[in-house]
């Protein structure tokens, strides 16, 4: 399956990916199938509020999924749109001239 990729969207994702304290909420994420706001901010030394602005960059750039469940919010990661946007961007720059010269050279 082909997705189109928006510029705007890639930027989110690699903005997502692009800092320590968010890779570390992933793969925290990765270990667990749903945590809270509160369950993630135990791992880590910072507060509610700066954990859930990284969680909300993270929602943003469609790396987590999120729902209220009476008055807390759970986490988990969004696999699914994750991989599928990373393999359109690899197949997109594989498929780039340079690309193809390099395979071709070796």
């Known amino acids: 399956m082909s997705i189109q990729l928006d510029k705007e969207d890639v930027i989110r994702l ?3 990916l692009g800092e320590s304290m968010r890779l570390e909420i992933i793969f925290l994420l990765g ?13 880590f ?6 954990i859930s602005h990284h969680l909300k960059v993270l929602k ?10 009476a008055t807390e919010v759970y986490y988990w990661l969004d696999i699914a749109s994750l991989s599928e946007r990373l393999r359109a961007i690899l197949t997109l720059l594989e498929a780039c ?4 010269e390099a395979q071709q050279s070796r």
Not at 60 to 69: E, M
Not at 97 to 100: D, L, Y
């Open 45 to 50: 030394h910072l507060s509610r509020p700066a």
């Open 97 to 100: 001239p340079v690309a193809t």
């Open 14 to 16: 690699f903005t997502g």
């Open 60 to 69: 943003d750039a469609r790396i987590l999924k999120s729902q209220k469940s």
């Open 31 to 43: 270990e667990h199938e749903r945590l809270n706001v509160g369950e993630i901010a135990e791992h």
